[in-house]
């Protein structure tokens, strides 16, 4: 079992920045690839970010490619999601989440590979 808690979240105007953190807990965090998703009113869940288990490997959305970051550190049992230049349509609920299975880009970008997953921080880019 690994529990997942993310932080971070809060209101911003639009091109500032965020940090989001997601701290894991229980099962060792180095053997899952982790994941950012998020979920807007109305909308499905969207993959945002990937990182592999070293954090050798990353794989991000196209809508958020440049502007987005993600990292972690095996250490702390953590890991983050850099948000700059953020605009009022990734205003949602961001998720992380931790995957078991390999690292591939169709099983990272599906929310459905994902084994555990955090209860979710909200991101609100509003003036």
């Known amino acids: 079992q690994v529990h997942l808690v993310e932080s971070g979240g809060g209101l911003v105007q639009p091109g500032g920045s965020l940090t989001l953190s997601c701290a894991a807990s229980g099962r060792t965090f180095s053997s899952y690839a982790m994941g950012w998703f998020r979920q807007a009113p109305g909308k499905e869940r969207e993959f945002v970010a990937a990182?592999?288990?070293?954090?050798?490997?990353?794989y991000y959305a196209d809508s958020v490619k440049g502007r987005f970051t993600i990292s972690r550190d095996n250490a702390k049992n953590t890991v983050y999601l850099q948000m700059n230049s953020l605009k009022p349509e990734d205003t949602a609920v961001y998720y992380c989440?931790?995957?078991?299975?390999?690292?591939?880009?169709?099983?990272?970008?599906?929310?459905?590979?994902?084994?555990?997953w955090g209860p979710g921080t909200q991101v609100t880019v509003s003036s």
């Open positions: 989440a931790a995957d078991s299975e390999a690292y591939t880009i169709v099983v990272v970008t599906t929310a459905r590979s994902y084994d555990y």
């Open positions: 990182i592999s288990r070293s954090g050798g490997n990353t």
